[in-house]
């Protein structure tokens, strides 16, 4: 499958309804993200929207045309990893549809993304968690030349593994 008609862009409020179903789909699993898997949608829209200096991206498949929009099949995003002194690193996190997975759309995502966090001036990103069972992304972030910098131990209730380690992953932009 090619990513000829993927289209990455910022996200506006109005774009909620359509990265709901990615968001929802991603985080109910309990795999990848430790946010609690029965996160209602109004907290989950207080947790990805939020305002500036965030800023959210969708990724869309499918030409609009007269009887169909186009279908969001993954989300980011990028903010200041910590206020104030810190605010020179970026933080960003990535939500691809299940459905989705294995067709080049982190990767498409997470190029956009650090090309992004460069025009707005960061200087580094950091990943504070990335569950070390998710090989994927970390074979994905190792490939555009994060390091771990640390891991911490039994920090995430993996459903089927159990207590598993959070990677903190760097790269310099």
Do not use: C
Not at 7 to 17: E, G, Y
Not at 68 to 93: F, I, M, R, W
Not at 114 to 128: H, T, V
């Amino acid at each position: 499958m090619t990513n000829d008609d993927l289209v990455l862009r910022s996200a506006t409020a109005h774009d909620w309804p359509a990265i709901w179903p990615v968001w929802h789909a991603v985080v109910a699993t309990g795999e990848s993200i430790g946010w609690d898997p029965s996160t209602d949608e109004p907290t989950a829209r207080a947790l990805w929207m939020r305002p500036p200096p965030t800023t959210v991206f969708v990724a869309e498949r499918g030409a609009p045309s007269p009887n169909t929009e186009p279908e969001v099949v993954g989300t980011a995003k990028l903010a200041p990893d910590q206020p104030g002194l810190g605010d020179h690193v970026a933080g960003a996190s990535f939500l691809v549809h299940p459905d989705a997975a294995g067709a080049g759309i982190g990767r498409a995502l997470a190029e956009h993304v650090l090309a992004q966090a460069r025009l707005q001036g960061y200087r580094a990103m950091r990943f504070n968690a990335v569950v070390e069972t998710n090989t994927r992304a970390v074979a994905l972030w190792t490939s555009l030349g994060f390091t771990v910098v640390g891991t911490v131990p039994e920090a995430f209730r993996h459903p089927r593994h159990g207590l598993v380690g959070m990677h903190v992953m760097h790269r310099r932009l």
